[in-house]
């Protein structure tokens, strides 16, 4: 039986569209670091075959050269000032105007990967100062182009190049995007069908982050003729965004494999089920990812021919090319006995 992998081949004939994801031009696509230096990014390189890559350097967006004088966030009261060093220039009003223009006319976007720490592009740790002398930081978060982004896309994955390393986050981070990407699908096709394909195709995904949500999104869709469909898809979404806002818990994850393990569990052996609760052990401790033991558990959704399973975005829910060869387990061996 042929596996069900969600290649890349079979990705890109499913949806009309890639996630589009806007990325800092720095990171891999260009030398426009204040130094004239480019950070290598193999894995956003490696996002490209799957995903649309939309770049952005907010610096040189508004005037500045490469190399250039480094930029400091300095902290007044609430106020945060974006100083160059040294010439003492003050570019705050040309990086709002610039943030506020560019996010208005971005088309189309379904996540964000910026440069950690950059006093533009940072999302959570860059570094604010009293004044331009040097001194102790009076506080951390993001830049000014990273906080123009956290304000109008709130519910958007949204990540550092840094932070994607971590297997839990970037799991969390792909998911979103890869789901909000094929929602897009449904919105631009507008069509009852396809709204309660995507729920349907969706709902161990949603049983894992929200219950709660996930019932009353399965009402909306029951229910789309009452407010019509464009309405139904507009609630639709604010409630799917408002569901993938936190990480589904180790515990909300395992309670959805033991829901599929009743599909086959007198089909397989002791010693078979035996090693499933070791692994489930071992994800619950944090040992290995979720994308291993979910690995396992649709080796044998294949095996057994079970259709409902298949058919489940939980078990599939970006493309197979983008698990790290570090997403593994640590080495450990994953064979099912």
Known sequence: MKSRLLTRRKYLRMC?????????????????????????????????????????????????????????????????????????????????????EFLDNLKEVHGFILKYKSPSCGMMATKYYSSMKKGATVGKGPGLFGKAVIEKFPDYPAETETRLT???????????????????????????????????????????YNQANMRNMGKMVANQKENGIKETINRYEKLLHKSFKEKASHNSHINVMEHALGYFSNEITKSEKEYIEELKKDYRDKKIPLSALRTVIRSYIIRFNIKYLKDQSYFSPYPSGLVEVTDSGKGRNLKHI
């Open 166 to 208: 971590n297997f839990a986050i970037r799991e969390h981070f792909l998911l979103k995007l890869f789901t909000f990407g094929r929602f897009s699908e449904v919105k631009k096709s507008g069509k009852a069908k396809g709204l309660i394909d995507f729920h349907a195709k969706y709902k161990l995904l949603f049983l894992a």
């Open 16 to 100: 009309e569209s890639r996630p589009v994801i806007l990325c800092s031009k720095c990171l891999g696509f260009a030398s426009c670091r204040y130094n004239g230096e480019t950070i290598p990014a193999p894995y956003i390189k490696k996002l490209e075959k799957f995903c649309k890559i939309v770049t952005v350097c907010p610096e040189v967006s508004i005037g500045l050269p490469v190399p250039r004088k480094p930029l400091r966030l300095v902290k007044d009261k609430d106020k945060l000032n974006l100083i160059q060093s040294e010439t003492y220039i003050d570019w705050t009003g040309k990086m709002e105007n610039f943030s506020r």
